[in-house]
């Protein structure tokens, strides 16, 4: 990869890393409401899945969507705005942190039931399939959902009918308090989605590089009439599940070590050694992103919701 | 005008809708090769390809969720679920996502799916098979329920669904499909949100839809040997459904009645009468009267099965009791 | 100058405990250093630190309770004095936790349905039409279930209080004129209102109002012509109560049957507009074969008349019609009344399905109606709905009687005796046998030309006794 793509890939990692932070904070501030589900530590994970992508691919996820939805392109203000509940949120308010959309980036949600995203995959990989378009779709969901009965029903037909749908399990190990060995029968996601006749790969979701090596051999597959495939992206979340997670199910040794191979450090220290590249540089990107983010937040702040007359509206199209 | 069944009616909108516009494609289960499971969908494989028209294995929340993720990709999907009773199975994908994303997504999408489900009771089939969903989806906004009770609504209805830009339920009954009718063979799709007056009285207002249509003017021609004369008004469609006609009717009779297959608790007859109370107290004789389904699950046997579905002669008691004649 | 407020750690979290401080006034903090613990109202948290920077002051310490966004520490950003803390601020109150809101009372239970003490049940609809006749519905008594008032209930008032104002109950008979109404007359919104509600036929309306309207109480009159139904207070009650004493006479109560007949029969006069219409039948040749037909199948004149009637039905069906509420009842029998002699008194027995019968099976089937009836056997099978009812009076030398119409017939025929009478035939008078047949006709559904056409036929067949026993199983 070049310099120019590895700068670019922290700035993505700062950027996602600090509008998580970010949020946090206007949480605690009664800025925001209800839910907010935080990506700090798996940044990697989305990076390296989205970085082979083409513009026009289709991407879908879970609730745990700010950094899919940035790492697409999309507008932090728009994203803070709709976290913040204002009309010129992405959603116009309407959705939240959980529901972030746009599909001009072809970024499709932000889903609060566990695994169902992973139909709509379905159906979009198989409009894609049927106009003769080899667009791609890219479907992350947890290890919590490979064991909803609509997730085996989606990955069941996406096989099935041959669909250009990439399933990224990020298995962090744990659903809100339940880990893996608690809650499947068989722990391994890959061997489950193995199931269905497609490949699989296992890889390190901590580590950018070998995130996107196997996402691009994915991606080519699927754009290539190869059916779907399967990647399960070990990787850890720092925060609770969400802002009202305290976490205590998991032990600070636990945390400490996974933090220890955060993805920032390493694609710096990566960086560093394949390239000449000093402090300043990777300084002047984390101001950069400090500016993104403030001008982020200001926005939002100086945004309103819409007026409650607007609660009946865009429930039906003309 | 040429007199086809309730069951070729869907499959005439199918076939015509079809060829206007290519990108309607129907799937479920067992509907392409087998041509359907009450055979609502026969021909269309052959006619279309297997590309438009195919067999899905029994996933119905993938089927939902894959019609929607097909819809916001460019596609029109029909798809059917084999029977409103499995629509359950997919309550999430129809109530938590299709019916909620436009909404939830600020406007930024646009869902022309139609989903085709038959159901009713009355063939014995138990109580799993035999339920009156409606209600779940008319109570839920986002959706567009349509439920037609003749051959010629069934047609034209379902042009109507295939042609609308938002998620549509269409409910159609099983006991319907050998039901005849008269329709046209050019036809314009019907009005969604406007209701039938089927036959035209001047004592009493009966409001049904379904199967219950025909059970209704089976009363309203009981009641008129007794001297009685109903208005019969089919709904036809129930979200939206056609309140100003049914307001104009019990203006006039005074009396309202209506008729519905499932249980009464918060059922579309509840919905129905509070409706009236809130528009047209004033003009009421007497409390609106249901006649529901028995507030249980469908047993098989024969006779109980039949006790818990309305019949002409609980609506003609309906009628008389209203009117205290 | 950066102030850390007391976090809102969950949806629900109101206020805040801090646990523990980790920092104190003077440390450098970094993003991501945990500042204290605090505990929510579902979980013991860390608080984050957000910023880079020095803690300038700590305004809240451990223990202490804090509203969600209360300022609980000052924080120097990258350049900034933290020495200097912020304009001194209180301590703040935390706030009082909002009393928990008292539980909702249960809904009430919803059975009770008869109205509180002093509260009037009327439908709506009825209270709307008591308002536009202008009648006080508090003095009325609902007929609806518990004791509702409806609408019935309200046009039934107003019918009254029109009876009340006319002292004669007896509308002449609407005559039918050739004259034919060219414009319909103009009806004030009351009386559209009933007409539609009563499906009255415009056409028997006659307008009292300016330019002839016609006013609601033009329709409430030709409501009053229609039968009343059983249920109303009887007319015989309206006649002045009688004081009589012991000397004069005694008192019996009268049976239920008496009481009933009186009510229907009074009813029947009151209501039903009657005319009558005589016509004279040379029954001469018919009584020379009396003796035979009596021999043969034990007939009657009564028997004869009875098949005479059912013929002249058939050939004039529209007498076989009766009025109600504003319909027109074909009915598809004839079904004969006979009115017959028994200890209780008069009573109608009817010969179900008449037309088509031999003379033998009118004797027959009549004979064993009439026994059952002085029997008191009578089914409600052998009363219901007679079409057309005779009464011979004729065995007792009656020569002609009008009968007060038993509904639902429209026709009632009194049968005189066959009186002896100059005949006039065949250019000369010899002395025959004349009976006068007089028909009560109920004048809303039958006219004097329909009556008369039919009395016609009648008298034809009884004066040609060929002619009427044709076809009959003689």
């Known amino acids: 990869m070049k310099k120019s793509e590895l700068i670019q890939v922290y700035y993505l990692m700062r950027l996602a890393r600090g509008f998580e932070t970010r949020a946090a904070e206007q949480y605690t501030k009664g800025r925001i409401g209800g839910f907010c589900h935080l990506y700090s530590g798996e940044e990697a994970v989305a990076i390296g899945a989205m970085w082979h992508l083409r513009k026009d691919d289709y991407v879908i996820g879970s609730y745990r969507d700010h950094a899919y939805y940035l790492v697409r392109g999309g507008d932090p203000r728009k994203a803070m705005a709709e976290l913040f509940g204002h009309e010129d949120g992405c959603c116009k308010g309407k959705g939240g942190s ?61 096989s099935l009918y041959n669909l250009p749908v990439v399933w990224v399990c990020e298995n962090n190990y744990y659903a809100i308090g339940t880990s893996v060995p608690r809650s499947s029968a068989q722990e391994s996601m890959a061997q489950k989605a193995r199931a269905y006749g497609m490949p699989v790969h296992v890889v390190d979701g901590m580590d950018f590089f070998k995130m996107q090596s196997v996402a691009e051999r994915a991606i080519a597959a699927a754009r290539a009439n190869g059916g779907p495939s399967f990647i399960e992206a070990k990787c850890y979340r720092y925060r609770g599940h969400s802002m009202s997670d305290p976490a205590t199910y998991r032990s600070k040794e636990e945390v400490e070590h996974w933090k220890s191979r955060d993805p920032i450090p390493s694609l710096k220290k990566a960086i560093q050694n394949d390239f000449e590249v000093g402090e300043e540089e990777f300084a002047a990107v984390d101001a950069r992103v400090t500016q993104v983010l403030d001008e982020a937040v200001r926005f939002a702040e100086a945004g309103h919701e819409l007026p409650p007359e607007s609660r009946i509206d865009d429930i039906y199209a003309e | 005008m040429p007199k086809i069944t309730y069951r070729e009616a869907i499959n005439q909108a199918l076939f015509e809708e079809m060829h206007r516009d290519p990108a ?35 996933s119905e929340a993938a089927i939902v969720g894959m019609a929607t993720g097909a819809a916001i990709g460019g596609l029109r999907p029909a798809a059917e679920l084999m029977s409103v009773n499995f629509a359950l199975v997919a309550m999430d994908q129809i109530l938590n996502h299709l019916a909620v994303m436009r909404y939830m997504f600020g406007g930024q999408v646009v ?78 799709p019907a009005q969604i949100g406007q209701a039938a007056v089927l036959r035209a009285g001047t004592d009493a207002t009966i409001i049904g839809y379904g199967a219950m249509t025909h059970v209704a003017l089976e009363a309203a021609r009981t009641l008129e040997s007794l001297g009685l004369d109903a208005e019969v008004i089919d709904l036809r469609s129930l979200r939206p459904w056609d309140k100003p006609t049914v307001m104009q009717s019990v203006a006039r009779t005074h009396h309202a009645i209506v008729v519905e297959e499932s249980p009464p608790v918060c059922g579309i007859a509840a919905e129905v009468a509070v409706n009236i109370y809130e528009n047209v107290f004033d003009q009421l004789d007497a409390p609106v009267e249901r006649v529901s389904g028995a507030d249980a699950p469908m047993p098989y046997a024969k006779n109980l099965e039949q006790a818990c579905i309305p019949h002409a002669e609980d609506v003609v008691a309906a009628v008389r009791k209203s009117l205290g004649r | 100058m950066y102030e850390i407020v007391m976090p809102r750690l969950s949806d629900s979290m109101e206020e805040g405990k801090i646990i523990k401080w980790k920092v104190k006034a003077g440390d450098a903090v970094r993003e991501g250093d945990v500042l204290a613990e605090i505990e929510s109202d579902k979980a013991v948290m860390e608080l984050e630190c957000f910023h880079d920077g020095r ?68 439908s709506p609809y009825a209270r709307k039409l008591a308002d536009a006749r202008g009648i006080d519905y508090t003095k009325i008594k609902g007929t609806g279930p518990h004791g509702r008032i409806m609408a019935e209930d309200i046009e039934q008032a107003v019918r009254t209080v029109a009876q009340a104002r006319t002292p004669t109950i007896e509308p002449a008979p609407v005559k039918r004129t050739a004259e034919v109404r060219t414009a319909e007359p103009d009806m004030e919104p009351l009386a559209v209102a009933i007409v539609k509600r009563f499906r009255i036929d415009p056409a028997t309306l006659r307008g009292t109002g300016p330019h002839g309207m016609i006013l609601a109480d033009d329709v409430v009159a030709v409501l009053c012509a229609r039968p009343q139904p059983a249920a109303k207070p009887p007319a015989d009650e309206e006649l002045p109560a009688l004081e009589v004493s012991e000397e004069e006479a005694t008192v019996e109560e009268a ?46 004149v009564t028997h004869l008349v009875m098949l005479a009637s059912v013929k002249a039905l058939k050939a004039h069906p529209g007498i076989n019609r009766t009025w109600d509420r504003g319909r027109i009842i074909r009915w598809k029998h004839v079904n004969l009344g006979l009115a017959v002699e028994t200890e209780q008194g008069l009573t109608v027995a009817v010969l179900a399905e008449a037309e088509g019968l031999t003379l033998p099976e009118i004797v027959g089937r009549t004979t064993d109606l009439a026994a059952r009836a002085r029997e008191a056997r009578l089914t409600a099978q052998d009363r219901r709905h007679p079409t057309f009812v005779i009464s011979n009076l004729g065995m007792y030398g009656v020569e002609e009687f009008q009968a007060i119409l038993n509904p639902p017939a429209s026709v009632t025929l009194a049968v005189a005796s066959a009186q002896a009478a100059p005949v006039i035939r065949d250019g000369g008078i010899y002395v025959g046998k004349v009976m006068r047949l007089t028909a009560s006709c109920d004048h809303r559904v039958i006219d004097g030309v329909g009556a008369a056409r039919f009395l016609q036929e009648l008298a034809r067949l009884l004066e040609n006794p060929e002619t009427l026993l044709e076809g009959a199983g003689v």
């Open chain 2, 24 to 58: 309607i494609i129907v799937f479920g289960e067992d509907v392409a090769l087998y041509e359907g499971s009450f055979k609502v969908t026969r021909g269309l494989m052959k006619e279309f390809g297997p590309e438009r028209v195919f067999d899905t294995p029994i």
């Open chain 3, 55 to 122: 803690i300038a002051q700590i305004v809240q310490g451990d223990g202490a309770e804090v509203a969600v966004g209360q300022a609980i520490a000052y924080m120097a950003g990258a350049g900034e004095d933290a020495a200097t803390p912020p304009a001194a601020s209180q301590q703040v109150e935390a706030k009082p936790a909002a009393a928990p809101a008292a539980p909702s009372p249960p809904a009430p239970q919803m059975p009770a349905p008869a109205p509180p003490e002093g509260r009037i049940a009327i």
């Open chain 1, 98 to 158: 959980m529901h972030l959309f746009d599909p001009s980036l072809n970024f499709f949600g932000g889903y609060a039931v566990v695994a169902g995203e992973c139909p709509i995959a379905v159906g979009l990989a198989k409009a894609a399939q049927m106009k003769k378009e080899d667009r791609i779709v890219l479907c992350f969901f947890g290890d919590g959902a490979t064991n909803q009965g609509a997730y085996h029903e989606a990955l069941n037909m996406a």
């Open chain 3, 255 to 300: 049976s239920f049957r008496l009481k009933t007949q009186a009510r229907h029969v009074t009813a029947a006069k009151h209501v039903v507009p009657h005319f009558y219409i005589t016509a004279s039948a040379d029954v001469t040749r018919l009584l020379e074969r009396r003796g035979e037909l009596k021999a043969k199948f034990g007939a009657t």
């Open chain 2, 111 to 188: 869902l022309p799916v139609t989903i085709r489900m038959p159901g009713g009771g009355g063939h014995q089939l138990g109580a799993q098979h035999s339920h009156s969903l409606e209600v779940h989806f008319v109570h839920t906004p986002g959706l567009k329920v349509l439920y037609p009770a003749t051959p010629a609504d069934a047609k034209g209805l379902l042009k109507a669904a295939l042609r609308e830009n938002n998620p549509v339920i269409f409910l159609e009954h099983e006991g319907l499909y050998n039901l005849e009718g008269e329709v046209p063979g050019e036809m314009e």
